[in-house]
């Protein structure tokens, strides 16, 4: 696989970009290409001193598009940015992937625009991983979209189950929908015509499950729209970090702590390494015709490693040739495409939505 980084996106860039990739690559047999500024980019590697692996090449990109920027614009009018580059390299067959730890609307906004919907998928979907005792929950859409159907749901869970099991591995993934009850009628109509939508389908539906039921690993797969998953990702991310500082700073008081800490110590590393989302890389933007792999803002190297990889495997799985198809299956849950839209075969509108949707 031929992987576009950005080098340029996220709070440590290029530096802790550079070096994830540059790690990524001595150990594997991927090709990957650094966007961004190059001089910025050999400085880094010079001084981090492993060498530049022969799998590593550059593409040019000066331009940065900072997290403050309207994504839209920004892409519009930074030609030479390095997510809109990176993300022109699989455009142009040149990549199989991109990854970005910068700004989330531009990579966003870059996939739509510069990749393109993949037809029938009205509004792509981005997927978080909550991280359970029993294994990653994918929760999706977590932001790329505020308002949703029950038809884009219904895509959402399709992809996410697509995702679920041909990256992550696991077989037929249980769906679920999240809500406020568990009985179908629960809910509000968005909610109940998507309950009666997925299980009209040959899905895994567990039916739906509720907030007190991410924990649990109920569902493998849970579907809401990017509104709600937004706001449920970051209370679950900011819920979990608080729990370890607590534990960290409760344990540090008194005058035994430090033998407490170090009998504590091997419960501790297993408990960091069944909650280590870092393993899962980032969130998939699945809907778009190609790769893109949205990472942490405050990615290290090591995470960056991670993102490549899943970049890697989600392009060897072909995850956008298999929502093409299923979408193909399943003409009555697709949405017109843009030729019939002009022929005047279909009247659904396929407008962007989310960042960038004014462009």
Known sequence: MRIAVDAMGGDFAPREIVRGAINYAAANADEVILVGDVPRIESEIAEYGHGRPASVSFADAPEVIGMGES??????????????VSTDLVRDGLADAVVSAGSTGATMAAAVFRLGRIEGIERPALGAHLVTATGPIMLLDV???????????????????????????????????????????????????????????DLNFVGNVEGNDLISHVADVVVCDGFVGNVVIKFFEGLTGYIFRS???????????????????????????????????GAPLLGVQGVSIVTHGRAKARMMEHAIRVASEASEARIPDLIAEWSRR?????????????AGEGTTPLAPTGPGAEA
Do not use: C, W
């Open 247 to 281: 534990i960290r700073t409760d344990l540090q008081q008194g005058p035994v702590a430090p033998l407490a800490l170090l009998a504590l110590k091997p419960g501790f590393d297993r408990l960091r390494h069944r909650f280590d989302y870092e393993r899962y890389g």
């Open 71 to 84: 994504p839209a614009s920004a892409i519009r009018s930074k030609r030479r940015s390095s997510i809109r």
């Open 330 to 342: 399943h003409p009555a849950l697709s949405r017109p495409t843009h030729a019939e839209i002009v």
């Open 143 to 201: 932001g790329a979209n505020v308002d949703s159907d029950a038809t884009n749901l219904v895509h959402f869970a399709v992809m996410g189950s697509i995702y679920a099991e041909h990256v992550l591995k696991v077989p037929r993934p249980r769906i679920g929908l999240l809500n406020i009850g568990e009985e179908d009628e629960k809910g509000d109509a968005l909610s109940r015509e998507a309950n009666v939508l997925m299980r009209g389908l």
